[in-house]
T-cell receptor, first 113, second 114 residues
Framework: AQSVTQLDSQVPVFEEAPVELRCNYS??????LFWYVQYPNQGLQLLLK??????LVKGINGFEAEFNKSQTSFHLRKPSVHISDTAEYFC???????????FGKGTRLHILP | DAGITQSPRHKVTETGTPVTLRCHQT?????MYWYRQDPGHGLRLIHY???????DKGEVSDGYSVSRSKTEDFLLTLESATSSQTSVYFC?????????????FGSGTRLTVV
């Protein structure tokens, strides 16, 4: 069975500072990995995804994530955050043997002025 | 935006009453999913469908049933609502069972059971 762990439930960071949101996964097969963002009172939007190939994946709004197979991690990073990045971020895992995606519990990103 | 809408957007209902939430898509996608979102739990899969009349249970299916009589509509029914079913419910769609496409989500239904 697959699972995903988001190591921080909340992350406060000052505006224009860099941020890293951590995600670790568990799977016995090759994985697909995703980051979704949920702005207040909205549904989830796909931020980026890793399917295969280059381990550094670039997404929307200046976010990127790096797939690390040896550490079973897929951490999300942004070099300089803005107040508009205030949201909840979900890491998710699946595989080519699955027809459903497993989500982590989410990390709330708080941008401090 | 992908054509996926949920109705109603908000609902307050009493304990013990039946409730049906609707997810409607205009994308002709085969797969549809119902999740609930609760603080500290993230998104948990309730039921999903891989075609008309084809459905399967997720990790938190107790107390819920679903129906899919046509491609575009996936209904979630709480047979007898309980306070523990107060939650935000999201519908999601994807083109095929190949999950590498990721999901497209609806805007959610906030359900309060009093």
């Amino acid at each position: 069975a697959q699972s995903v762990t988001q190591l921080d439930s909340q992350v406060p960071v000052f505006e224009e500072a860099p941020v890293e949101l951590r995600c670790n996964y568990s799977s016995s097969v090759s994985v697909y990995l995703f980051w979704y963002v949920q702005y207040p009172n909205q549904g989830l939007q796909l931020l980026l995804k890793y399917l295969s190939g280059s381990t550094l994946v670039k997404g929307i709004n200046g976010f990127e994530a790096e797939f690390n197979k040896s550490q079973t991690s897929f951490h999300l990073r942004k070099p300089s955050v803005h107040i508009s990045d205030t949201a909840e971020y979900f890491c998710a895992v699946s595989s080519n043997r699955d027809d459903k995606i497993i989500f982590g519990k989410g990390t709330r990103l708080h941008i401090l002025p | 935006d992908a054509g996926i809408t949920q109705s109603p957007r908000h609902k307050v209902t009493e304990t013990g009453t039946p409730v049906t939430l609707r997810c409607h898509q205009t994308e002709n996608h085969r797969y549809m999913y119902w999740y609930r979102q609760d603080p500290g739990h993230g998104l948990r899969l309730i039921h999903y469908s891989y075609g008309v009349k084809d459905t399967d249970k997720g990790e938190v299916s107790d107390g819920y049933s679903v129906s899919r009589s046509k491609t575009e509509d996936f209904l979630l029914t709480l047979e007898s609502a309980t306070s523990s079913q107060t939650s935000v419910y999201f519908c999601a769609i994807t083109e095929t069972g190949q999950s590498n496409y990721g999901y497209t989500f609806g805007s959610g239904t906030r359900l309060t059971v009093v």
